[in-house]
């Protein structure tokens, strides 16, 4: 790579944000540092003398491992803060938290909180980048550049493909990201839920709605099936988990209506048995470790296109 592409944000908050030559950057950025992973030695110089730093106040197995993995194999220094070992704990703010980051020199921070917004507020306090890995229910859009970098992979083209996104869309920052980036990019969007898993209003987000899961799905070039939030359900949404399994649980019946070359995608975690039977998990539609081996490289693009190649190589 001899020019670095520019973005055109210096943070990744939202997937609104995204114009189709920003997704494509990302995603031919992704498709090139593919190969470094697969290599002996996992690491090239590009950031090297670069800092980055993870503050996660969410569990998170795959995002924050990914992050921290795509920082060092592009040589940058990577901390990782975890909300429960900082002095939130003492009552320190986020803002005086994210100030006192910044007086340490990070080149980008990267952010995951349970409260929407967080990250977008973190942003208009420090100068360095911020990317949001996941703010409340609001956005995940390092989670959809990686769910269209696989579907890309395997279907070629974005234009014109249909996507069934199954499961708990109210809850879902993952839904949020991908409805916007997928019609940036020219997919047409199903949700497919029980309705107490639907937002009022989704229709205004240029989606069509469908309760049934086998009607919601025929047609579907790809089917994304979100995790039911356990830790959310606590406002009655559903009756019971059982009841919601026997509709909504995507099982090898419903793929026996579909396409063949029906792709399956699911973001991670997954309750099996809940949302996905074990059959499709490990079926060989299932794409969800080709989402997670994508993660990593997304998360190196992003962070290459943010800070452009290290002064530090040519010393
Ligand atoms: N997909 C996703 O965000 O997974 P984690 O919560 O494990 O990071």
Redesign the pocket.
Known sequence: MTETATLSHQNIITTKDLSVNDIETILDTSDSFKEISTRAIKKVPTLRGRTIINLFF?????????FEIAGKRLSADVINISGAGSSIVKGESLIDTAKNLEAMSPDILVV?HNCSGAPSLISDFVNCPVIN??DGMHE?PT?SLLDLLTIREHKGTFKGLKIAIVGDITHSR?ARSNIQAMQTMGMKVKVVAPPTLIPVEIEKMGVDVCYDLGQGIKDADVIMIL?IQLERQNQGLLSSLREYSNYFCLTAKHLANVSDDTLIIH???VNRGIEISLDVLQGSRSLILN??TN?VAVRMALFYLLLGESDANSN
């Open positions: 969410e569990p998170s197995t795959r995002t924050r491992t990914s995951r890995a996941g995940h989670q993952v995790r973001p991670g975690p989402q997670v993660g």
